[in-house]
């Protein structure tokens, strides 16, 4: 192969998860049907968005007299909020996200990249500006940043556990984590009291294998890491079930509690679960105030 093939299969090959991963995300963000005015919302701004009724601490300026006078009662207009805001997505690209336990399941890391693009998909379009943790692409709106953040999201990381950084997240914003949050769940500490600190809110969603869950396993096992960094051999795998299950409880509550006290919202999804649920969950926790 020459010189011009060898530099065109490596950028086919580099370039392959993209078109998969948009078409993924639009289809996703698709089934949702939040139309084009999904997040409207009464604030600032010159677009009429709907007739209300007057209340007590409406200005008499404020009355829309021509729609009053086809009712007994007062109307004011109210206008659509115009003030864009920004959310910051971070989805662990980890080798601890590749797993699948079948060929029926998506893998962690497809799900969650699915999740997050679906989601700045319906922000962006809803005119809101997306973009990621640790300055690595500052928040912006446009087709643009979303081809930007599909090629961000289709990377792999090294690392057997990916890590959060609120670093770049703006002060009262929003900011959405996807992992599996098996890690060391200290940078997950340190970057959702950051966050608090500046008053960004958001969601944790946790993506969780169904086995992962169920812990199936019995007699001999090799637990491995998807890096093969970490092994664990045993003849009686049985024996550890209950402890395993015990400490994703226990990793759960602890998601729950950092999610309680920094005002986010925090969930769980099993790859074997809808992903138009979940990203209706996400879309609703991005929406609800601090």
Same mark, same amino acid.
């Given at each position: 192969?020459?010189?011009?093939?060898?530099?065109?299969?490596?950028?086919?090959?580099?370039?392959?998860?993209?078109?998969?991963?948009?078409?993924?995300?639009?289809?996703?963000?698709?089934?949702?049907?939040?139309?084009?005015?999904?997040?409207?919302?009464?604030?600032?701004?010159?677009?009429? &968005?709907?007739?209300?009724? /007057?209340?007590?601490?409406? =200005?008499?300026?404020?009355?829309?007299?021509?729609? +009053? *006078? %086809? !009712?007994?009662?007062?109307?004011?207009?109210?206008?659509?909020?115009?003030?864009?805001?920004?959310?910051?997505? &971070?989805?662990?690209?980890? /080798?601890?996200?590749?797993? =699948?336990?079948?060929?029926?399941?998506?893998?962690? +890391? *497809? %799900? !969650?990249?699915?999740?997050?693009?679906?989601?700045?998909?319906?922000?962006?379009?809803?005119?809101?500006?997306?973009?990621?943790?640790?300055?690595?692409?500052?928040?912006?709106?446009?087709?643009?940043?979303?081809?930007?953040?599909? *090629?961000?999201?289709?990377?792999?990381?090294?690392?057997?556990?990916?890590?959060?950084?609120?670093?770049?997240?703006?002060?009262?914003?929003?900011?959405?984590?996807?992992?599996?949050?098996?890690?060391?769940?200290?940078?997950?500490?340190?970057?959702?009291?950051?966050?608090?600190?500046?008053?960004?809110?958001?969601?944790?969603?946790?993506?969780?294998?169904?086995?992962?869950?169920?812990?199936?396993?019995?007699?001999?096992?090799?637990?491995?890491?998807?890096?093969?960094?970490?092994?664990?051999?045993?003849?009686?795998?049985?024996?550890?079930?209950?402890?395993?299950?015990?400490?994703?409880?226990?990793?759960?509550?602890?998601?729950?509690?950092?999610?309680?006290?920094?005002?986010?919202?925090?969930?769980?999804?099993?790859?074997?679960?809808?992903?138009?649920?979940?990203?209706?969950?996400?879309?609703?926790?991005?929406?609800?105030?601090?």
């Amino acid at each position: 192969m020459t010189l011009s093939g060898d530099l065109r299969a490596g950028a086919e090959t580099l370039a392959s998860p993209l078109p998969a991963l948009l078409a993924e995300a639009e289809h996703l963000a698709s089934t949702v049907l939040l139309g084009e005015h999904g997040r409207r919302r009464a604030g600032l701004g010159d677009t009429f &968005w709907q007739f209300r009724p /007057a209340q007590s601490h409406d =200005a008499a300026r404020a009355i829309d007299w021509r729609r +009053s *006078a %086809r !009712a007994d009662a007062p109307f004011v207009q109210e206008k659509e909020w115009q003030i864009a805001q920004s959310v910051i997505l &971070w989805v662990d690209q980890g /080798a601890s996200m590749g797993f =699948a336990s079948t060929s029926d399941l998506p893998s962690k +890391s *497809a %799900r !969650a990249r699915a999740l997050g693009l679906a989601s700045a998909i319906l922000l962006i379009r809803g005119g809101e500006r997306v973009g990621l943790t640790g300055l690595r692409l500052p928040p912006r709106g446009g087709e643009t940043q979303l081809n930007k953040l599909a *090629a961000l999201l289709s990377q792999d990381d090294s690392s057997d556990y990916g890590t959060p950084e609120a670093q770049g997240m703006l002060p009262h914003s929003r900011a959405l984590f996807i992992s599996d949050f098996l890690g060391d769940i200290s940078a997950t500490e340190t970057a959702l009291l950051q966050a608090a600190d500046r008053g960004v809110r958001g969601a944790l969603v946790q993506i969780l294998d169904p086995q992962e869950e169920a812990f199936p396993f019995d007699g001999r096992t090799i637990f491995e890491s998807m890096t093969g960094a970490m092994r664990h051999e045993t003849l009686h795998a049985g024996d550890l079930k209950q402890q395993y299950l015990d400490r994703l409880a226990a990793r759960k509550d602890h998601l729950a509690h950092l999610a309680r006290i920094t005002g986010w919202q925090f969930t769980t999804h099993h790859t074997g679960q809808s992903a138009a649920a979940a990203l209706l969950w996400i879309y609703g926790a991005l929406e609800r105030k601090a």
